[in-house]
Nanobody, 119 residues
Framework: QVQLVESGGGLVQAGGSLRLSCSAS????????MGWFRQAPGKEREFVAS????????YYGDSVKGRFTISRDNAKNTLYLQMNSMKPEDTAVYYC????????????WGQGTQVTVSS
């Protein structure tokens, strides 16, 4: 079992920046690929970014490429999402998730943190 707790959400103006954190506890953090997802009201959940256990391979959704950066600190069991040049369409609840390296499914999810970008 892995427990995930997101923090760092809030209100920011368009063009501004926020950094989200996701603290993990439970099983060994490095056994998991980690990801960020988001869900806006009335929309389906959207993939934002993911990072392999070693931190050397990352993937991004098209809508955030070049603006968001995912990173992880395995010593601190923490996942980050640096969000720059934010847009109103980035407004959503952001979730971190953990995928065991032996599966293709994100099994553990945090409770989410609200991010609101004003125009």
């Amino acid at each position: 079992q892995v427990q995930l707790v997101e923090s760092g959400g809030g209100l920011v103006q368009a063009g501004g920046s926020l950094r989200l954190s996701c603290s993990a506890s439970g099983r060994t953090f490095t056994n998991y690929l980690m990801g960020w997802f988001r869900q806006a009201p009335g929309k389906e959940r959207e993939f934002v970014a993911s990072i392999w256990w070693g931190g050397d391979i990352t993937y991004y959704g098209d809508s955030v490429k070049g603006r968001f950066t995912i990173s992880r600190d395995n010593a601190k069991n923490t996942l980050y999402l640096q969000m720059n040049s934010m847009k109103p369409e980035d407004t959503a609840v952001y979730y971190c998730a953990a995928r065991p390296v032996t599966t293709n499914e994100y099994v553990y999810w945090g409770q989410g943190t609200q991010v609101t970008v004003s125009s």
